[in-house]
């Protein structure tokens, strides 16, 4: 079946510096999306890519989606301790029921 | 807007017993909902996905007579957990979706304790 592999599975940065965390499909995907888990809290989207190359910014955060729509990436700018979470890339290979297969998140902690 | 509430939000229950958890849409009408199982620190796994008025799908390994699922409206989903025992235990979430958007709103979860 579909694999969905995320690195790191773990990032801890200094306040300021960025964060990028990486995504891989064993198949094509027909979209991707983003979800962010706070500690202790449920998965929130974030965003869906689309379009083969496709690049999406929000705020400090950029979403890429790569031309083979195979993998993905989600880059942060100047962390803040605001962004702690874990970040979770799903992927959805086309179908009548929008399954999504989701990788193992990246957990990024920032340190004040 | 796209508000989904899980009840409970914890339970523990005596192996053996039956447990049964809801998801709801709040404030619109969910055409697919999704039920997801978490462990600790590690990533959703999609236990089934149901349709309002039709048997859900179940995905590969998860055991449908265990884990029986209703979505006997547009608002509502249920996770009944059959003869629950220890290895049952989990945090069990459920999303849902409307139509043709293809974001997922998650439930808050339900942690689930089974002694």
């Known amino acids: 079946g579909q694999q969905v592999m995320q690195i790191p599975q773990y990032q801890h940065v200094q306040e300021g510096e960025d964060f990028t965390t990486y995504c891989n499909s064993s198949?094509?995907?027909?979209?991707i999306q983003w979800y962010k888990q706070r500690p202790g809290g449920h998965p929130v989207f974030l965003i869906q890519?689309?379009?083969?190359?496709e690049v999406k910014k929000q705020k400090r955060l950029t979403f890429q989606f790569g031309e083979a729509k195979k993998n993905s990436s989600l880059h942060i700018t100047a962390t803040q301790t605001t962004d702690v979470g874990t970040y979770f890339c799903?992927?959805?290979?086309?179908?009548?029921?929008?399954?999504?297969?989701f990788g193992k998140g990246t957990l990024l902690t920032v340190n004040p | 807007g796209a508000v989904v509430s899980q009840h409970p939000s914890w339970v523990i229950c005596k192996s053996g017993t039956s447990v049964k958890i809801e998801c709801r849409s709040l404030?619109?009408?969910?055409?697919?909902m999704f039920w997801y199982r978490q462990f600790p620190k590690q990533s959703l796994m999609l236990m089934a996905t149901?349709?309002?008025?039709?048997?859900?799908?179940?995905e590969q390994g998860v055991e449908k007579d265990k884990f029986l699922i209703n979505h006997a409206s547009l608002t509502l989903s249920t996770l009944t957990v059959t003869s629950a025992h220890p290895e049952d235990s989990s945090f069990y979430i459920c999303?849902?979706?409307?139509?043709?958007?293809?974001?997922?709103?998650f439930g808050p979860g339900t942690r689930l304790t089974v002694t």
């Open positions: 149901s349709n309002e008025g039709s048997k859900a799908t179940y």
């Open positions: 404030d619109f009408q969910a055409t697919t």
């Open positions: 890519l689309v379009k083969s190359g």
């Open positions: 799903a992927g959805d290979s086309g179908g009548s029921n929008y399954k999504l297969t």
């Open positions: 198949t094509t995907l027909s979209n």
């Open positions: 999303s849902a979706k409307t139509g043709a958007y293809y974001e997922q709103y």
